[in-house]
Structure formats: C-alpha cells, structure tokens
T-cell receptor, first 113, second 110 residues
C-alpha cells in the first residue's frame, strides 16, 4: 500500500479483555514507532523498532503493554487485561531512517468499557 | 524534565491573514524540529523539518523558524485558507524518537 495501515480502526473492549492492534508500515521503512494519543493531547511515545529490534520501550505505561515486529515489517501492539485508562487512539508511524519525517497511520481508537 | 509548550487555546484568524503558531521548549537540546498537521480522526501528517543549524525553512505558503537560543520555533502560514484549519503539532528530535507537543488548533474563518 501507499501509506501506513492500522487495524482495526475502532476497537471496543470490555475491561480485563486482551487486545491486539496491528500496524503495516510503508514497505522498506526501517523505523517504526507506536504512540498513544489521548483526546486533546499530543501523541505520547510508547516504543520504537529499528527493523525487528525493539530499541526503546521506555514509554510503555505498564507491563500489560507489549509490542513486537518479528520480521521487521508488520508490528503488533498488545494490551493485556485492558483498563479504562487505556482508552485512547494508538498511532503507528514509520520512517525510512533516523531524523527524517514520520508517516503516520490513521490510528486505532480503543475504548475500554 | 523536558517540556514542549504549544498554546492550548485555539487560534482564530480571518482568511487571507498570516497564522503564526508557537512552539517553546525547556530542558531540551533538539537536533531538529518538525511540524505536523492533524485533522480530526486522522493521524498527523508531516509538513516541515528544520535542523538546529538552520534558522529558517520555507515550503510554499509555510515558513518555520528555529531559535535555539530562545528555545522556540515559529510556524507561519501565509495567505491562510479555511482548508488550513486543523491542529498543528511540533515535534522535537534529539535522538531517534520525535517527542510531540500537545498541538494548537487553528481555525481560519472565511
């Protein structure tokens, strides 16, 4: 595809349920980022991959959050035992290298009820 | 701690005027700064990148300045149009991870 694709677009989860959010980056992009965006706020960094290596996961809010990119392309963000405070838009971005523009997907809006 | 400040109040201007948005930062020495546009329900879209050794950058109706002494970037849209209405985010990069401000909403009235 031409851009970064995220699925699902919307997800409603019951509290305590596990969810998995998928990101298809632009083909050939080395860097992949996950951000969390609350309403009216800017994107907050969660984790960063360079190819398949997770180089930084300092932004993950708790050990309930887990991300992987096993083959250096598609990435999955998993949230276990979801809680209401996890409700937010989860954005994925990819870029061809370092210190270059990031291309964002449309995001997955997660609502935990 | 590192802090990025963008005006939380919406900027309302009349069509045709120049919009100026501000991004201030503290406790940070970014190697570069980026500006993104975000429309409701969409992901941010990259507009411009300016590096620490650059004072100014232009792209069509957009202009960005970067003052590392004042720790401030200004983002200008000249001859603004209603279609420019959106939230504008600044992002600072010192390592490989862009850190975003909360954004400023711009509303251009016809």
């Amino acid at each position: 595809g031409a851009g970064v694709s995220q699925s699902p677009r919307y997800k409603v989860a019951k509290r305590g349920q596990d969810v998995a959010l998928r990101c298809d980056p632009i083909s050939g992009h080395v860097s992949l980022f996950w951000y969390q965006q609350a309403l009216g706020q800017g994107p907050e960094f969660l984790t960063y991959f360079q190819n398949e290596a997770q180089l930084d996961k300092s932004g993950l809010p708790s050990d309930r959050f887990f991300a992987e990119r096993p083959e250096g392309s598609v990435s999955t963000l998993k949230i276990q035992r979801t809680q209401q405070e996890d409700s937010a838009v989860y954005l994925c971005a990819s870029s061809p290298g370092l210190e270059t523009e990031a291309f964002f997907g449309q995001g997955t809006r997660l609502t935990v009820v | 701690s590192q802090k990025i400040e963008q005006n939380s109040e919406a900027l309302n201007i009349q069509e045709g005027k120049t919009a100026t948005l501000t991004c201030n930062y503290t406790n940070y020495s970014p190697a570069y700064l980026q500006w993104y546009r975000q429309d409701p329900g969409r992901g941010p879209v990259f507009l411009l990148l300016i590096r620490e050794n650059e004072k100014e950058k232009r792209k069509e109706r957009l202009k960005v300045t970067f003052d590392t002494t004042l720790k401030q970037s200004l983002f200008h849209i000249t001859a603004s149009q209603p279609a420019d209405s959106a939230t504008y985010l600044c992002a600072l990069g010192g390592s490989y991870i862009p850190t975003f401000g909360r954004g400023t909403s711009l509303i251009v009235h016809p």
